[in-house]
């Protein structure tokens, strides 16, 4: 059994590397479109199936990993910037307050499935619109959901976080191990020969 991660992200691919496991990566062009009305856990988890069940469908007998994140505030739903325009828009409304970060995960193989979604809390200072401009400058929101980066410049804007910081970069990698460990029996973190 080989693990695949359904993503192009490089950032995921840097935090599933953290388990000390052989990987490969697999870009999962899926469909992003979140259906109306639904909640943002809701939401990540269905993202990260359809990316799992495309990789899925090529390799049945593997574990396939995927995920999806999303900023969620006032009820809305952040996902990527299309357009500076967006960017500074959802910048603003980050600007001072606390918001939520959900990533949601998707484990696939055999046929079988398990998803969870995991949810951290992060407080930005407020920022002035000179701040928004140098930061859209860096290139740095555009792909990204919420329009920033909590591990690059995005860093600077940040009061505090409850809850997994590797949540909010993509990929909440302690749970992942556990839940990996749960739907694999005889899974284990490192590079070990004989898997389930
Ligand atoms: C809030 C936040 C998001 N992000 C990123 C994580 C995700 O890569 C991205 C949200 O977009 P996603 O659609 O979740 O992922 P992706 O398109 O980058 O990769 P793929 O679908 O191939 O797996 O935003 C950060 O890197 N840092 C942050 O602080």
Redesign the pocket.
Known sequence: MQMI?????P??KELLAFLGHPFLTM????D?SIPQGMGPEEA?RL?ARR?ANLVAQSHPDDLVI??????AIDGRIL??PESPQQAAEMLALLSGRIHS?Y?GVCLQKNGERRAFSQRTR?AFYPLTQEEIAWYLDTGEPF????A?????F?SVFVKGIEGDYFN???LPIARLCREIQAFCPGWKLGNTAAQA
């Open positions: 991660l359904a993503s192009q992200s950032r995921r870009p999962a062009d899926a992003e990540v993202l990316k995927g995920a999806d994140t999303v900023v996902g990527k970060v990533t992060v792909d990204k959901a919420g920033y980066g909590v591990q690059g995005g909010v970069m993509g």
